[in-house]
């Protein structure tokens, strides 16, 4: 009899954790990730950007960038990318619990204009409930130098490429969308909104500067924070919709 009882507790256990298991597969696969949305849709809008670019229209460009990441892109999940730290140990990008602001940057491509302090400040305003990663293309030692500018709110992180360690998030996350990119990445890792960062026009006042680069993060967390499942780039969608629209007639 006991050994009956035992058998039959082992079975029960089998089975609740083979349906756990089946919950979990079918949870996962109704998750896409950002590395297989970008193999689907990234070769036609390269084609298509190529060809405005080459036209010089930069606008239908930016709308072209714009559909790409609003239907596209986001509302799938960033994948575990790894990363380094300044101390150069390894940091996946899931060890970071909180939502993630997330900016790439290399040496060579530095904030502009009051860029830094404005990260500074928007990390300091949302540290309870968002957190600023920059993320540079590059090695640990010019890394460490263009950091110190960086307050203790923002972590920094790095790829080092001449290592030649990281193809997989090197391809993914620099050579598909370029750089400075800005992901805006929620608590379950789900991709909520990716912009690109805009540098201040040449002799900005460093107050105004300042002020706009603020202004654009801000605008995109705050919005974030507010709609709590929505992708919250349609809007910026809808104008350049709107302005290619326009420029048609």
Same mark, same amino acid.
Request: charged content about 25%; proline content about 2%.
């Given at each position: 009899?006991? $050994? ?26 109704? /998750? ?21 670019? +080459?036209? +010089? ?5 930016? +709308? ?38 997330? %900016? ?22 949302? +540290? ?13 030692? /010019?890394?460490?130098?263009?950091? /110190? ?12 490429? =001449? ?8 391809? $993914? ?22 912009? !690109? ?18 202004? $654009? %993060? ?7 924070? %507010?709609?709590?499942?929505? =992708?919250?780039?349609?809007? !910026? ?6 302005? /290619? ?5």
């Amino acid at each position: 009899m006991k $050994q009956y009882l035992y058998a039959l507790l082992i079975f029960l256990s089998l089975s609740a954790s083979s349906v756990s298991a089946q919950k979990t597969d079918t949870i996962n696969k109704d /998750k896409v990730l950002f590395t297989e949305a970008l193999a689907l849709h990234l070769a036609d809008y390269n084609e298509k950007a190529d060809f405005a670019f +080459r036209q +010089r229209n930069y606008k239908e460009g930016q +709308r072209l960038f714009d559909s790409l990441t609003v239907n596209h892109l986001a509302g799938s999940y960033i994948d575990n990318f790894k990363f380094n730290n300044l101390k150069g140990k390894e940091v996946d990008l899931y060890d970071f619990e909180k939502s993630i602001y997330l %900016i790439t940057y290399a040496s060579w491509c530095i904030p502009g204009k009051g860029a830094i302090p404005a990260i500074n400040d928007i990390a300091s305003k949302y +540290r309870n409930k968002v957190q600023v990663v920059v993320l540079f293309w590059d090695t640990r030692e /010019k890394v460490k130098k263009v950091s /110190k500018e960086f307050s203790n709110a923002v972590d920094i992180v790095y790829v080092d490429e =001449t290592k030649n360690k990281s193809p997989y998030v090197v391809k $993914q996350l620099k050579h598909s969308l370029g750089l400075p990119t800005c992901f805006l990445i929620n608590n379950d890792k789900k991709i909520m909104d990716i912009t !690109r960062y805009t540098a201040v026009a040449y002799g900005t006042p460093i107050e105004n500067a300042l002020k706009k680069n603020f202004n $654009q %993060i801000d605008e995109g967390i705050t919005s974030f924070l %507010i709609k709590d499942d929505e =992708t919250i780039s349609k809007s !910026r969608l809808a104008s350049s919709n709107k302005e /290619k629209n326009k420029n048609e007639r």
